[in-house]
């Protein structure tokens, strides 16, 4: 207990109550948690945990053990992943009761709990069950707005929904069935229901789904941003979020095919054992080569999920359904998966470029929302489109990056090499403005972030521009942001009155620094 150790009882006392407090105030604040709004594109979104079992192996060979259990930290034996993907089926109007609800929070709720108190260095059991708690109260009453195992958007279906969510006569489709090349579609025009049949749709375009690959931030798990990567997959995209199992986040299970299970805690550098010893640096590389490895398996999960093996796969994750998996046949874009990652998971999504597109690397481009300052330098060896979106904290907040200068500058010329990539600050934002937080417990997040952008505004904003890069990538023309000229070359580096903005479509304010050229 070297919590326990380290402590006088009073500093415990002081901790002690100060937690109790904090505990108090979450809970009697929880009423004033909101819950997550409808995704923002015209699908509906499918939402489904899904764990594999990979090729097991150490990444890197690193043999690094962890002190406390002897086990090896940088094992690759299973992926997981939570896949948002576009569906028929909408959810239930609120209040009503969402029978396969995914709850927002990982279940066990104890695992995040502890996790996050391990994060803060508390090891005092008593202690962590007041995380886990805050967590209960904050966080228990909010389900992800999506259909967990819902099918896949067919194919006649996505061709004949338009962006609005809509087909002509039809309204808002509700429902959807297929058979023998004839489909039954009901939908709400008004207050009426409206029945429409549709002949013949083996002959309409048959398409496949761009596909996206996210990456959480240090602290962060795969549903901390499942508002933006919801709406993603609403537009028309396959998103797997990985949760990461290279000591990142707080807290996470792998579940080995052969029923056993290993807990993977919050990883830092005092909790290793190597010889030689590891340093700081060489912990974020080995964390960065680990997440590479997960990114790597995704893709290969995609092609595995395309091939038609979805039918067949086994389900690691506990309490998770497959059925849809199968559905999946045939309806993946392999030449267009795009690598996206916020904070810790965007300097691995643009470490992931280096050597892409090849076959081993088939990325189309990638997304890098709040680049870290402090996971280690950034690749520059980038040949696809890149966009970087920063939050107004991230820009303003400047600080030196490994020896190259300010952040900002390393960030505008390493977009500005690619020739093909944009860099845009999004004003009035913080650093978890993209995550889920802002959405959930919007006054706790102003206050403490002091962002004056509303919450689901800057939500929409990250959402719409990322959407606008994916479908420039599928060389779908649009007129947001990102076809608008640089407003400010020199960001915080330059003069107050060199900083223009552009609009955005929700009414936010863009800085654009780099734009792309071609
Ligand atoms: C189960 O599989 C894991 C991973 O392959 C292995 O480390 C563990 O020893 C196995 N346990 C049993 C009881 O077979
Ligand atoms: C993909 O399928 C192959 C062959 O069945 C299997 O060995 C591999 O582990 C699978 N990988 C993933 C990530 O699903």
Not at 287 to 299: G, N
Not at 445 to 460: C, K, P, Q, W, Y
């Amino acid at each position: 207990m070297p919590f326990f150790r380290r402590l006088s009882p009073r500093r415990l006392m002081i901790f002690g109550s100060a937690f109790v407090l904090f505990g108090f105030f979450a809970f009697s604040l929880a009423p004033i948690t909101s819950p997550l709004p409808r995704y923002t594109g015209p699908h509906e979104v499918g939402v489904l945990d899904v764990e594999v079992e990979v090729e097991p192996r150490l990444v890197n060979g690193n043999e690094a053990v962890l002190k406390e259990t002897g086990e090896r930290a940088f094992e690759l034996s299973t992926l997981a992943v939570t896949l948002y993907y576009p569906s028929t089926i909408p959810p239930p109007a609120p209040g009503q009761p969402q029978p396969y609800a995914r709850p927002w929070l990982p279940q066990p709720i104890s695992l995040i709990g502890t996790g996050y108190a391990r994060l803060a260095r508390v090891y005092f059991p008593p202690l962590q069950a007041l995380f886990t708690f805050t967590m209960w109260a904050l966080g228990s009453s909010t389900v992800i707005p999506g259909i967990v195992d819902a099918p896949l958007l067919s194919q006649s279906q996505k061709t004949l929904l338009d962006e609005s969510g809509g087909i002509s006569g039809l309204g808002r489709v509700t429902e959807a069935e297929e058979s023998d090349g004839r489909m039954e579609l009901r939908g709400t025009k008004g207050d009426k229901t409206v029945d429409v049949n549709v002949q013949g749709i083996d002959n309409l375009l048959k398409e496949k789904f761009p596909c996206v690959v996210f990456t959480h931030g240090m602290a962060g798990m795969s549903q901390s941003y499942s508002h933006y990567l919801g709406s993603i997959a609403s537009h028309g995209y396959v998103v797997a979020a990985i949760e990461h199992r290279d000591g990142s986040g707080p807290g996470t299970i792998v579940h080995h095919p052969n029923g056993t299970e290993r807990r993977v805690w919050h990883l830092q550098l005092a909790d290793l054992s190597a010889s030689p010893a590891m340093t700081a640096a060489d912990l974020k590389v080995a964390q960065l080569a680990f997440r590479e490895a997960e990114i790597h398996e995704t893709v290969q999960l995609f092609q595995n999920l395309t091939a038609g093996h979805g039918a067949t796969l086994t389900n690691l994750k506990p309490d998770s359904p497959s059925s849809s998996l199968a559905g999946f046949k045939d309806r993946l874009d392999m030449d267009a998966i795009t690598v996206a990652g916020h904070s810790y998971g965007a300097t691995g999504a643009l470490q992931a470029l280096k050597c892409a597109p090849s076959a081993d690397v088939p990325f189309n481009g990638g997304i890098a929302l709040d680049p870290g300052k402090g996971s280690g330098p950034l690749n520059h060896a980038i040949e696809v489109p890149t966009l970087v979106l920063q939050s107004g904290e991230w820009t303003d907040k400047q600080t030196q990056f490994y020896d190259q200068g300010w952040h900002f500058a390393v960030v505008r010329d390493l977009v500005a090499a690619t020739r093909k990539g944009w860099f845009l600050t999004l004003r009035g934002t913080a650093h978890p403005s993209v995550t889920d937080a802002p959405l959930i417990v919007p006054w706790i997040m102003r206050l403490v972030t002091g962002t004056t952008l509303n919450a689901e505004v800057a939500l929409r904003e990250y959402i719409d521009v990322s959407v606008d890069f994916l479908q420039v990538l599928q060389r779908v023309r649009n007129a947001g942001p990102l076809t608008r000229p640089v407003s400010s070359p020199e960001g915080p580096l330059g003069e107050v009155q060199d900083r223009g903005t552009v609009e955005g479509s929700s009414g936010g304010e863009w800085e654009v620094h780099v734009v792309s050229e071609v």
